[in-house]
């Protein structure tokens, strides 16, 4: 795996669980969180989805499966646009899933040629932690217009499960094209 120095002269290794591939899939998800690993990586790479201006969201599940009650999750969303003079955000205290890229102001990920999204996240417990599980990082996309759009991207589960995996879907629409990857993180 790959190592990373620290200030502090410890270090860590990143190391490859799984990646999967979408086919116009309604959702496109990864397994392999555990207790072997301190915090987890999820990388979304060129999803591209069959509708175009749509909001992308993320889901957590247990062994039980995908967690998708209502108001479970919480999430912040900074968005980020070099065409506008300020930035605005988006939160919910109660939602079903937590927001990644939308369309609100700025028009949702495109599906046109050299448009789509991508995230990198980070979820710094492992999957039996017993604090409540936290994601945070960054995405961005392309939108229906050709504009790009980044986000600052926070969000959490309101009760503690045991993370197993991870889930994306579009509001509406498959995903036509894109890659999920997850990496675990050990601290030495």
């Known amino acids: 795996g790959v190592k990373w120095a620290a200030a502090a002269g410890g270090g860590g290794s990143l190391t490859f669980i799984e990646t999967n ?3 116009d899939d309604a959702t496109l998800g990864v397994t392999g969180v555990d207790a072997n690993y301190d915090s987890y990586m999820l990388e ?37 646009n070099p065409g506008y003079t300020t930035n605005d955000h988006l939160s919910s205290t109660g939602a079903t899933r937590i927001l990644i890229a939308n369309n609100t ?3 949702g990920v495109g599906n046109a040629a050299g448009e789509g999204a991508c995230a990198q996240l980070f979820m710094t417990l492992p999957g039996d932690a017993t604090m409540r599980p936290q994601i945070y990082g960054h995405s961005a996309h392309v939108n ?8 600052v991207v926070w969000g959490n589960r309101q009760a503690h499960i045991a993370v197993t995996q991870f889930e994306i879907h579009f509001n509406t629409g498959n995903i036509k094209t894109g890659r999920m990857t997850l990496h675990g993180v050990k601290h030495s």
């Open 44 to 80: 979304i790479s060129d999803i591209v989805p069959a509708s175009n201006d749509v909001d992308l969201y993320l889901r957590m599940g247990d062994s039980g499966g995908i967690d998708s009650g209502a108001s479970n999750y919480t999430y912040y969303l900074l968005h980020l």
């Open 105 to 107: 102001n700025y028009g």
């Open 144 to 151: 229906g217009s050709g504009s790009s759009v980044g986000h």
């Open 21 to 23: 591939v979408a086919d």
